[in-house]
């Protein structure tokens, strides 16, 4: 079991944007498509035919494949419902959380330039500031993940979620920080317009406009896993209350259980941050970074000096 637990980021990961689509429709007032929309949108996306520019290189058709398996690769590094991934899994050696930040990054540098082989400028811009957004959310979440490797002793995700919950000053400031990345990492509002193509607005869109079919379907995919991954990541390493610790089928079931409504407080806090916060002017999205930057730093300075 603790080899497969990426299977379910696999699985549920649409879902879990059915279920953020179908909580911001309800507070908005609207009645909104189903939970499994997104399942639908893969397997008609998967049906449709390909267009291709002629100006696209290998670079164009390689990337979906390469965001793809890579964000498989990052799900399988990371403890879903139990931590024996520490001792059991063949991916054991790589459960490190800077590896997994690297990972990210590898699907991102592909995608900007994927967008720029396309030669449009739509793609130009998309790639342009999704770079700039990474500079400012990449370190932001490395602090936060030392302020919680700092305290469990070891940069592995299993130990680190093997630590138990710990209500620290320390880690309620990386907690608002790394919710912040959470945010402009998975292109929501105030940083971005995941239900828009308005070209003054998107960003994440920005980047995947020349991609049609299947190529489309694999780079959606990706983003729901990535975003279920994300929030897997954060209450692995600030709520990791429930998660089992061996792989007995009792523990199992509690976990995911425990796992699951978690994941749902999660989905429902991406939703309400969405219906109650207006999008924010690129050039003003530094001011929103840089406090939550400083945030993580806090976190990371107060941990050293007082020790919690």
């Given at each position: 079991m603790e080899n497969l637990q990426f299977i379910i980021i696999i699985i549920f990961s649409p879902l879990i944007q059915g279920i953020i689509r179908k909580f911001k429709a309800g507070l908005q007032g609207r009645v909104g498509a189903g939970i499994l929309q997104p399942y639908y949108d893969i397997i008609r996306l998967l049906k449709k035919e390909m267009v291709l520019s002629t100006v696209t290189s290998w670079i164009f058709k390689i990337t979906p494949y390469i965001v793809f398996i890579s964000t498989i690769v990052a799900a399988m590094m990371v403890p879903v419902i139990t931590t024996k991934i520490t001792t059991k899994s063949s991916f054991s050696i790589m459960g490190d959380v800077i590896a997994l930040i690297y990972i990210f990054a590898l699907g991102k540098c592909f995608m900007a330039l994927a967008a720029l082989d396309a030669g449009t400028a739509f793609g130009g811009e998309g790639s342009s500031r999704e770079m700039i957004v990474s500079i400012l959310v990449e370190p932001m979440i490395m602090l936060c993940i030392f302020t919680t490797a700092i305290a469990a002793g070891s940069t592995n995700l299993a130990r680190i979620a093997e630590q138990g919950?710990?209500?620290?000053?320390?880690?309620?400031?990386?907690?608002?920080?790394?919710?912040?990345?959470?945010?402009?990492?998975?292109?929501?509002?105030?940083?971005?317009?995941?239900?828009?193509?308005?070209?003054?607005?998107?960003?994440?869109?920005?980047?995947?406009?020349?991609?049609?079919?299947?190529?489309?379907?694999?780079?959606?995919?990706?983003?729901?896993?990535?975003?279920?991954?994300?929030?897997?990541?954060?209450?692995?390493?600030?709520?990791?209350?429930?998660?089992?610790?061996?792989?007995?089928?009792?523990?199992?079931?509690?976990?995911?259980?425990?796992?699951?409504?978690?994941?749902?407080?999660?989905?429902?806090?991406?939703?309400?941050?969405?219906?109650?916060?207006?999008?924010?002017?690129?050039?003003?999205?530094?001011?929103?970074?840089?406090?939550?930057?400083?945030?993580?730093?806090?976190?990371?300075?107060?941990?050293?000096?007082?020790?919690?």
């Open positions: 919950y710990i209500f620290t000053p320390s880690h309620v400031l990386a907690l608002f920080a790394f919710m912040v990345a959470v945010v402009a990492d998975t292109g929501r509002i105030p940083v971005d317009n995941p239900d828009t193509h308005l070209e003054l607005t998107m960003i994440h869109e920005g980047m995947l406009l020349e991609y049609s079919g299947k190529y489309l379907a694999l780079m959606e995919w990706s983003h729901y896993m990535k975003q279920m991954l994300l929030f897997t990541l954060a209450v692995d390493m600030f709520f990791p209350v429930g998660i089992a610790h061996n792989i007995e089928p009792s523990s199992l079931i509690v976990s995911s259980g425990v796992y699951s409504l978690k994941i749902l407080f999660m989905a429902g806090m991406m939703a309400i941050i969405e219906s109650t916060r207006a999008k924010m002017r690129f050039f003003q999205l530094p001011s929103l970074l840089g406090g939550s930057f400083v945030l993580a730093v806090l976190s990371l300075l107060t941990f050293i000096m007082i020790g919690k």
